[in-house]
């Protein structure tokens, strides 16, 4: 009597994040997600706690160390640092090199040399390919084939029409036609809404949900001068009332208001969030984390680690301020969530012809 083989259960896809943050593009794949490798400090908390609210896999900032935990993972993605090819650098402190020269990009693609994935993703800015062009990549990594998408995140359905990103695909040779084709094809994951609708009932700080902001009287610099956040407000309530930008009051200069600075409307769709303090609500007040989180697709199940306030003393010395910063690096600095979408949906494809 032939005995029914039962059906063989498919392998599940290993997905290893490398620069990828806090989680942010991974976490529409965390159930494939095997850890992450990141060693940029701006991402890091004490513990890694951000990290361990929303993942249950390691976090670790050592390639060697990797090694021993992460094997064989079918595909790498990540958002190694694009500031050197950010225009935002006004200041003049800042100076640009080769992105070659960059931690985070070396880390990524000796990531890719170690573990030879059958797919990876890298998302950047376009002015990347200006560094590193099209036909670099595919002189360094041979043994794969490309696709490169440069276009706003608005054609994922995010709500920030001006943020522009590129989006690496490399897919092992011989590629089946299938993935390339699901790769190749762009489509809404969300509808894209105004300022009103995304972060409208957010009235209340909530230290719980992220929507929390530094007290009125701590200073930032805007321009040459450092003004309160109570100030600003002021400033945005009265001489600057209905102004969306802040003046610029460096005798050199190129535009008259200070690049990444800017107060939103509630009836515009968002401009692009940026990992700094200094973009502003309707009423004046700063951005929360929150608040970001949301412009950048996040869904409050995305857990922002904030401690409320009373207990930060108690968690390693750190100001509730320092964690309300962290929470901000996590959400703004990197791919908006609609990206992940993009991914999970490809993956269907994938898992079947991988």
């Avoid at 059958?118 to 062009?133: D, G, Q, S």
């Avoid at 894209?192 to 992220?210: A, E, F």
Wanted: aromatic share 12%; net charge positive.
């Amino acid at each position: 009597m032939n005995k029914t083989r039962e059906p063989k259960e498919p392998r599940k896809l290993k997905i290893l994040g490398v620069c990828g943050g806090n989680g942010v593009i991974l976490y529409p794949l965390k159930r494939y997600v095997i850890g992450n490798i990141e060693d940029r400090g701006v991402f890091k908390t004490k513990k890694n706690l951000q990290w361990y609210y929303n993942f249950k896999v390691p976090f670790v900032d050592d390639l060697m160390v990797a090694e021993f935990l992460f094997k064989s993972p079918d595909i790498i993605i990540g958002a190694p640092n694009c500031g050197t090819s950010s225009i935002l650098g006004f200041t003049g402190s800042k100076k640009r090199k080769n992105p070659i020269e960059d931690d985070s990009i070396r880390m990524f693609f000796q990531s890719i040399f170690d573990y030879d994935p059958a797919i990876w993703v890298m998302e950047n800015l376009p002015a990347l390919l200006n560094h590193i062009t099209m036909q670099d990549f595919k002189e360094k990594f041979p043994t794969y084939r490309f696709i490169f998408h440069t276009m706003s995140m608005g054609e994922l359905g995010n709500s920030q029409k001006t943020r522009k990103r590129l989006i690496v695909i490399a897919m092992k040779e011989p590629v089946k036609p299938e993935i390339f084709m699901a790769f190749s094809d762009i489509k809404h994951y969300n509808e894209p809404q105004k300022i009103s609708d995304l972060i409208g009932d957010l009235v209340k700080d909530n230290p719980k949900n992220g929507n929390i902001r530094e007290p009125g009287k701590k200073k930032i610099k805007m321009g040459k001068k450092a003004f309160s956040f109570q100030e600003i407000k002021e400033g945005w309530d009265t001489f600057r009332k209905d102004e969306k930008y802040w003046p610029l009051d460096l005798e050199d200069k190129t535009s008259n208001y200070i690049p990444g600075v800017y107060r939103l409307l509630p009836d515009d769709y968002p401009q692009t969030v940026r990992q700094d303090p200094r973009q502003f609500r309707p009423d004046g007040l700063p951005l929360s984390p929150r608040e970001l989180a949301r412009i950048q697709g996040v869904p409050d199940k995305y857990k922002l680690y904030i401690p409320l306030k009373g207990e930060e003393d108690k968690l390693f010395g750190k100001k509730t301020s320092y964690y309300i910063n962290k929470a901000r690096i996590t959400v703004a600095k990197g791919a908006p969530y609609e990206l992940g979408l993009w991914l999970r949906d490809k993956l269907k494809t994938v898992k079947k012809h991988l």
